[in-house]
């Protein structure tokens, strides 16, 4: 009971409930801090989101935590996608002088489209998937991640289920996110290995691996420093699938079928979970600076299909966090911050 | 705090640190004060070396042994610094290497100040530097060149011997060189992939952890890199400072003109004045003159008649060929009275305007004769002008038919389409000189329309006593080099120059 009942006509009901009581804010807005090692980073990060009716805004930006709830709260956006840190806050670049205001940082980022490989695929085409061709790309992302890693020394990486067809990959690292125009394109084409297109014809057994196997970029996607990729935790408006991270540990048991959609874990919402609810209650919650809402919001999402997602984002910020404790430390003692 | 007075004799020479290494990234600017006369000179001979890299890299490949030689020649006519055998302590003739390196520092950066304005003018600053870079770079030996790299704080390690072991066979299959003992013999360095993108690009190396590793021969390649994006930046710093640095007069026309500026002689030292005679001026139009100057006589023989664009291009080569005041205003007066003007109207519109050319009205200033550079750059001809250069004004089926009529080879005329085509009119030119003179290679870098006149005279054997007097600049050691741009050639060129400009 994963998928069905989902209506795209319900949304417009649906998000509201998500935004205010599901949507991770707290952790959204620690990954995207970076553990506030450079100033301004979030408040000069770009937001977009498209609307009811298609209306799409761009030069979205938020000085602090509260302020992105308030106006998500508010928007109720459809979709929401991330976009680089820029110079400036990007909701004042009009007030900037021309020329002056410019993409500075951003994840290195992955797209891997189903659809890139309908002629090695018989089963689908197009935007359906099955369990039988997204076996593709469970070794796509193998490839990808180990390539990433072991090839260009990257640690943090952030794997996430587009909510459709394909999955996308962030690379966190300081490094990456600093990373030219230029350097983006020499990495994403040194990972384009297959466009795509395979010939009929003899071929050795590793060929065909390789044909069928490696996995297809779009590179378009990587290059840009200022490009604009679909959120962590948006919703999918065509499936109502919440754009989940996937955990690599157990990639080989991840099934794009069971990823919960929006007016499932709504629907959990109503339903009490028997016994589970007072034991969550973890050490984050006690003794914290925690305002209700979000005491309440933990307990919520807790409460639903979407908690073990959430989980994996944590443990991947725990990562990131290690890698800052040092920078942070360096810093405070060159600005005698005690 | 005390100093000794050995630290202080120290920090008294920061220079001779600066100067460590004869090759240099151009990191630091110059600090100390000089003359406005070794401003313009170090700037123009930086710039015939410049023009010589550009020349040479069109016409040869650039890692060949007549590129090299010919390059090697050029820097030392010009004494700027490429090999680091030289011992200051023996005695030598000509400038030091400590002198070298101190005018191939000031140069550089007096070329930026001229070289930054416009993308195009940065684009080729940067090309003949980078090219300059690389063929100093490959001319140091392998110590020289570790030495240059941490110098320069490109601290790329060198691969331990443990780990080259552990990596071998990654090694030899990533290297194009690579074979087992080539790997254990030659160093490999270990570069951040950043600084390495166009290897990563086309996974033309072992990449692992983000690192790059690059056996030594080939560390050039990161090391231009490098090189090219450090100049970059610099130029477009560059550009934002400029306005204040051409607020001062005493730069400003220098500047300006550095980027077009003709660099060799102004040709109106007539040392061969008198020494022609009207009646041979058919004869050497078609034996001697560059197409630009031939298609005028032409011209001007049909018609009897030139505009004054023409007049002043043509009129002024002839001056520089040697014909006196008198000659010209027989030779002009004689051609345009078989046209539709007659004598009188003749010395009442044109005779002052050649006595103008000579100097002997107005200001009195001593016009020269046009470069190729003017000629290309200022004035385009329109519809009924015949001045100009055919090859850059011309278009292509015109200047094939003109060949034709000249009687050049059909395999010349692919040629010299060819480097039009690339822009290269003066290169075009030459093969022009070559086809008509049947000679392999003109051994000289065209850039005057009279350097053709006298090149052609030279080899030619003959007209007089012309080819003896005056030495072309290319040639030997102990040629005139230095010779600035004289102030008058200078002023007249601002006029002309911003002349053109202002028509936009």
Same mark, same amino acid.
């Given at each position: 009971?994963?998928?069905?009942?989902?209506?795209?006509?319900?949304?417009?009901?649906?998000?509201?409930?998500?935004?205010?009581?599901?949507?991770?804010?707290?952790?959204?807005?620690?990954?995207?801090?970076?553990?506030?090692?450079?100033?301004?980073?979030?408040?000069?990060?770009?937001?977009?989101?498209?609307?009811?009716?298609?209306?799409?805004?761009?030069?979205?930006?938020?000085?602090?935590?509260?302020?992105?709830?308030?106006?998500?709260?508010?928007?109720?956006?459809?979709?929401?996608?991330?976009?680089?840190?820029?110079?400036?806050?990007?909701?004042?670049?009009?007030?900037?002088?021309?020329?002056?205001?410019?993409?500075?940082?951003?994840?290195?980022?992955?797209?891997?489209?189903?659809?890139?490989?309908?002629?090695?695929?018989?089963?689908?085409?197009?935007?359906?998937?099955?369990?039988?061709?997204?076996?593709?790309?469970?070794?796509?992302?193998?490839? #990808? %991640?180990?390539?990433?890693?072991? $090839?260009?020394?990257?640690?943090? !990486?952030?794997?996430?289920?587009?909510? @459709?067809?394909? &999955?996308?990959?962030?690379?966190?690292?300081?490094?990456?996110?600093?990373?030219?125009?230029?350097?983006?394109?020499?990495?994403?084409?040194?990972?384009?290995?297959?466009?795509?297109?395979?010939?009929?014809?003899?071929?050795?057994?590793?060929?065909?691996?390789?044909?069928?196997?490696?996995?297809?970029?779009?590179?378009?996607?990587?290059?840009?420093?200022?490009?604009?990729?679909?959120?962590?935790?948006?919703?999918?408006?065509?499936?109502?699938?919440?754009?989940?991270?996937?955990?690599?540990?157990? #990639? %080989?048991?991840?099934?794009?079928? $069971?990823?919960?959609?929006?007016? !499932?874990?709504?629907?959990?919402?109503? @339903?009490?979970? &028997?016994?589970?609810?007072?034991?969550?209650?973890?050490?984050?919650?006690?003794?914290?600076?925690?305002?209700?809402?979000?005491?309440?919001?933990?307990?919520?999402?807790?409460?639903?299909?979407?908690?073990?997602?959430?989980?994996?984002?944590?443990?991947?910020?725990?990562?990131?966090?290690?890698?800052?404790?040092?920078?942070?430390?360096?810093?405070?003692?060159?600005?005698?911050?005690? | 705090?005390?100093?000794?007075?050995?630290?202080?004799?120290?920090?008294?020479?920061?220079?001779?640190?600066?100067?460590?290494?004869?090759?240099?990234?151009?990191?630091?600017?110059?600090?100390?004060?000089?003359?406005?006369?070794?401003?313009?000179?170090?700037?123009?001979?930086?710039?015939?070396?410049?023009?010589?890299?550009?020349?040479?890299?069109?016409?040869?490949?650039?890692?060949?042994?007549?590129?090299?030689?010919?390059?090697?020649?050029?820097?030392?006519?010009?004494?700027?610094?490429?090999?680091?055998?030289?011992?200051?302590?023996?005695?030598?003739?000509?400038?030091?290497?400590?002198?070298?390196?101190?005018?191939?520092?000031?140069?550089?950066?007096?070329?930026?100040?001229?070289?930054?304005?416009?993308?195009?003018?940065?684009?080729?600053?940067?090309?003949?530097?980078?090219?300059?870079?690389?063929?100093?770079?490959?001319?140091?030996?392998?110590?020289?060149?570790?030495?240059?790299?941490?110098?320069?704080?490109?601290?790329?390690?060198?691969?331990?011997?443990?780990?080259?072991?552990?990596?071998?066979?990654?090694?030899?299959?990533?290297?194009?060189?690579?074979?087992?003992?080539?790997?254990?013999?030659?160093?490999?360095?270990?570069?951040?992939?950043?600084?390495?993108?166009?290897?990563?690009?086309?996974?033309?190396?072992?990449?692992?952890?983000?690192?790059?590793?690059?056996?030594?021969?080939?560390?050039?390649?990161?090391?231009?890199?490098?090189?090219?994006?450090?100049?970059?930046?610099?130029?477009?710093?560059?550009?934002?400072?400029?306005?204040?640095?051409?607020?001062?007069?005493?730069?400003?026309?220098?500047?300006?003109?550095?980027?077009?500026?003709?660099?060799?002689?102004?040709?109106?030292?007539?040392?061969?004045?008198?020494?022609?005679?009207?009646?041979?001026?058919?004869?050497?139009?078609?034996?001697?003159?560059?197409?630009?100057?031939?298609?005028?006589?032409?011209?001007?023989?049909?018609?009897?008649?030139?505009?004054?664009?023409?007049?002043?291009?043509?009129?002024?080569?002839?001056?520089?060929?040697?014909?006196?005041?008198?000659?010209?205003?027989?030779?002009?007066?004689?051609?345009?009275?078989?046209?539709?003007?007659?004598?009188?109207?003749?010395?009442?519109?044109?005779?002052?305007?050649?006595?103008?050319?000579?100097?002997?009205?107005?200001?009195?200033?001593?016009?020269?004769?046009?470069?190729?550079?003017?000629?290309?750059?200022?004035?385009?001809?329109?519809?009924?002008?015949?001045?100009?250069?055919?090859?850059?004004?011309?278009?292509?089926?015109?200047?094939?038919?003109?060949?034709?009529?000249?009687?050049?080879?059909?395999?010349?005329?692919?040629?010299?389409?060819?480097?039009?085509?690339?822009?290269?009119?003066?290169?075009?030119?030459?093969?022009?000189?070559?086809?008509?003179?049947?000679?392999?290679?003109?051994?000289?870098?065209?850039?005057?329309?009279?350097?053709?006149?006298?090149?052609?005279?030279?080899?030619?054997?003959?007209?007089?006593?012309?080819?003896?007097?005056?030495?072309?600049?290319?040639?030997?050691?102990?040629?005139?080099?230095?010779?600035?741009?004289?102030?008058?050639?200078?002023?007249?060129?601002?006029?002309?120059?911003?002349?053109?400009?202002?028509?936009?």
């Amino acid at each position: 009971m994963t998928s069905t009942d989902y209506d795209p006509a319900c949304l417009p009901d649906l998000l509201p409930l998500y935004y205010r009581r599901l949507f991770p804010f707290s952790q959204y807005y620690r990954w995207l801090n970076y553990g506030g090692v450079q100033k301004n980073y979030f408040q000069h990060r770009e937001f977009s989101f498209t609307l009811k009716d298609d209306i799409y805004v761009r030069y979205q930006s938020f000085s602090t935590q509260g302020e992105l709830e308030k106006e998500m709260q508010k928007m109720n956006p459809y979709k929401i996608d991330i976009g680089a840190v820029y110079s400036h806050r990007p909701n004042q670049h009009n007030t900037v002088k021309s020329g002056t205001f410019q993409a500075l940082e951003k994840e290195l980022v992955f797209d891997i489209d189903m659809t890139d490989y309908d002629d090695v695929r018989s089963c689908c085409s197009a935007a359906n998937i099955c369990n039988k061709c997204w076996t593709l790309m469970t070794i796509a992302i193998h490839i #990808l %991640d180990r390539a990433l890693r072991e $090839d260009f020394g990257f640690h943090h !990486l952030l794997w996430v289920y587009s909510g @459709r067809r394909g &999955v996308h990959c962030w690379v966190c690292d300081e490094a990456a996110r600093k990373l030219s125009v230029a350097a983006r394109s020499a990495v994403a084409e040194y990972l384009s290995l297959v466009k795509g297109n395979v010939k009929k014809g003899q071929y050795f057994e590793k060929e065909i691996m390789l044909q069928y196997c490696y996995p297809r970029l779009d590179v378009n996607v990587s290059k840009g420093v200022n490009h604009l990729l679909k959120s962590p935790f948006s919703v999918h408006p065509k499936t109502g699938r919440i754009s989940v991270p996937i955990d690599l540990k157990q #990639l %080989d048991k991840f099934d794009p079928f $069971d990823v919960p959609t929006i007016s !499932l874990i709504c629907e959990e919402l109503d @339903r009490p979970r &028997v016994g589970e609810e007072d034991e969550q209650v973890d050490s984050k919650e006690k003794g914290s600076d925690m305002d209700t809402m979000e005491r309440r919001r933990i307990r919520d999402y807790k409460r639903t299909s979407l908690a073990k997602y959430v989980k994996i984002l944590d443990q991947f910020l725990d990562g990131v966090a290690q890698s800052h404790k040092g920078e942070l430390l360096k810093r405070s003692d060159l600005q005698k911050d005690f | 705090m005390q100093f000794g007075s050995r630290q202080r004799k120290l920090i008294a020479n920061p220079q001779t640190e600066l100067y460590r290494h004869c090759l240099q990234f151009y990191a630091q600017p110059p600090l100390e004060n000089i003359s406005l006369t070794e401003f313009e000179t170090f700037a123009v001979e930086r710039l015939k070396l410049l023009k010589t890299v550009e020349n040479l890299g069109v016409s040869y490949v650039k890692s060949s042994d007549q590129y090299t030689n010919k390059l090697d020649s050029e820097f030392s006519n010009l004494h700027f610094p490429y090999k680091t055998e030289v011992d200051d302590k023996k005695p030598h003739i000509g400038p030091s290497e400590y002198e070298k390196r101190r005018k191939d520092h000031i140069s550089h950066f007096i070329l930026r100040l001229a070289y930054c304005q416009t993308e195009d003018l940065r684009r080729w600053f940067i090309q003949q530097e980078v090219d300059l870079f690389r063929y100093r770079f490959n001319c140091l030996n392998s110590k020289s060149k570790t030495q240059f790299l941490h110098h320069n704080n490109l601290h790329y390690d060198t691969v331990s011997l443990e780990e080259k072991k552990v990596l071998s066979e990654k090694l030899i299959n990533s290297s194009y060189a690579g074979s087992a003992c080539k790997v254990e013999e030659q160093d490999f360095y270990k570069v951040p992939f950043q600084d390495a993108l166009d290897l990563v690009r086309t996974r033309k190396v072992y990449l692992k952890a983000g690192y790059v590793y690059i056996p030594h021969q080939d560390i050039v390649i990161i090391v231009l890199n490098d090189f090219r994006t450090r100049l970059s930046k610099a130029l477009a710093l560059t550009a934002r400072s400029l306005p204040t640095v051409l607020s001062d007069e005493r730069l400003q026309p220098l500047l300006s003109h550095l980027s077009h500026a003709y660099v060799g002689q102004d040709y109106s030292i007539q040392k061969s004045v008198g020494k022609i005679s009207l009646e041979q001026i058919d004869l050497l139009a078609g034996k001697s003159f560059p197409l630009c100057m031939r298609q005028l006589h032409q011209s001007l023989r049909e018609t009897h008649h030139l505009r004054h664009g023409g007049r002043m291009q043509y009129g002024l080569f002839l001056k520089g060929i040697g014909l006196t005041l008198e000659q010209a205003l027989q030779f002009w007066r004689s051609e345009f009275t078989k046209g539709k003007v007659d004598m009188d109207k003749f010395d009442k519109a044109y005779a002052y305007s050649i006595r103008h050319m000579f100097g002997k009205e107005g200001k009195r200033t001593d016009y020269t004769p046009y470069s190729c550079m003017k000629v290309i750059l200022s004035n385009p001809p329109s519809q009924g002008d015949h001045h100009g250069c055919p090859f850059r004004h011309s278009d292509a089926e015109l200047l094939k038919q003109k060949l034709q009529s000249y009687k050049v080879s059909p395999s010349g005329i692919a040629q010299i389409l060819d480097l039009v085509k690339g822009m290269h009119y003066q290169l075009a030119c030459q093969k022009y000189f070559e086809l008509t003179h049947n000679i392999e290679d003109s051994g000289f870098s065209l850039n005057h329309p009279n350097q053709y006149f006298l090149e052609s005279q030279k080899l030619l054997g003959g007209g007089r006593e012309v080819k003896r007097e005056v030495d072309p600049p290319q040639r030997g050691p102990d040629a005139a080099v230095k010779q600035p741009p004289n102030p008058q050639a200078l002023a007249e060129m601002t006029e002309d120059l911003d002349a053109y400009f202002q028509d936009g």
